[in-house]
T-cell receptor, first 113, second 113 residues
Framework: KQEVTQIPAALSVPEGENLVLNCSFTDSAIYNLQWFRQDPGKGLTSLLLIQSSQREQTSGRLNASLDKSSGRSTLYIAASQPGDSATYLCAVRDSGGYQKVTFGIGTKLQVIP | KAGVTQTPRYLIKTRGQQVTLSCSPISGHRSVSWYQQTPGQGLQFLFEYFSETQRNKGNFPGRFSGRQFSNSRSEMNVSTLELGDSALYLC????????????FGPGTRLTVT
């Protein structure tokens, strides 16, 4: 059974700092991994999708990497801004069976002006 | 292109009642997935539909059911509501292929009293 862990659970940083969020998964047989952000009481906004054959994806100030063999992904946020404050979730889609999606519990990020 | 829409946005029900939630995917998306989000358990997968067929199911009791219509719209039903069913129910749609990313709706906040 796939398990997804996100560390840290919460993070508070001053504006302008570069930061890294971590996601680890137990079963490396994945199809892809997707990073989302969620604002309080809202739905999820897709940030980046990395296919299992890819090593990283970039969008603006965001860069996500994937090391499938070690079961890890990181989301790098450059020059953080108060508007980046949200909960960040990673989701793993298994490659076998019915290709279920498993979410981590998320990292709650606060960027202090 | 319009995003994923969910109705209603908020719902209050009493124990023992049943409820039906609706999700309209992004135009052209044929896959719809449902998730339950609670503070304690995070996001948990309920089921996925593709072309009116349930393709995948999470570990939820039979009180949780769903269906998808020919226009890809989906409904989720919960019968005999329990207090523990109080949660944010999120719907996500994606294009047919497994490699495509999921797009989430704003969710339906269900409160069971």
């Amino acid at each position: 059974k796939q398990e997804v862990t996100q560390i840290p659970a919460a993070l508070s940083v001053p504006e302008g700092e570069n930061l890294v969020l971590n996601c680890s998964f137990t079963d490396s047989a994945i199809y892809n991994l997707q990073w989302f952000r969620q604002d309080p009481g809202k739905g999820l906004t897709s940030l980046l999708l990395i296919q299992s054959s890819q090593r990283e994806q970039t969008s603006g100030r965001l860069n996500a990497s994937l090391d499938k063999s070690s079961g890890r992904s990181t989301l790098y946020i450059a020059a953080s801004q108060p508007g980046d404050s949200a909960t960040y979730l990673c989701a793993v889609r298994d490659s076998g069976g019915y290709q279920k999606v498993t979410f981590g519990i998320g990292t709650k990020l606060q960027v202090i002006p | 292109k319009a995003g994923v829409t969910q109705t209603p946005r908020y719902l209050i029900k009493t124990r023992g009642q049943q409820v039906t939630l609706s999700c309209s995917p992004i135009s052209g998306h044929r896959s719809v997935s449902w998730y339950q989000q609670t503070p304690g358990q995070g996001l948990q997968f309920l089921f996925e539909y593709f072309s009116e067929t349930q393709r995948n199911k999470g570990n939820f009791p039979g009180r949780f059911s769903g269906r998808q219509f020919s226009n890809s719209r989906s409904e989720m039903n919960v019968s005999t509501l329990e207090l523990g069913d109080s949660a944010l129910y999120l719907c996500a749609s994606r294009y047919s292929g497994q490699g495509f990313e999921q797009y989430f709706g704003p969710g339906t906040r269900l409160t069971v009293t």
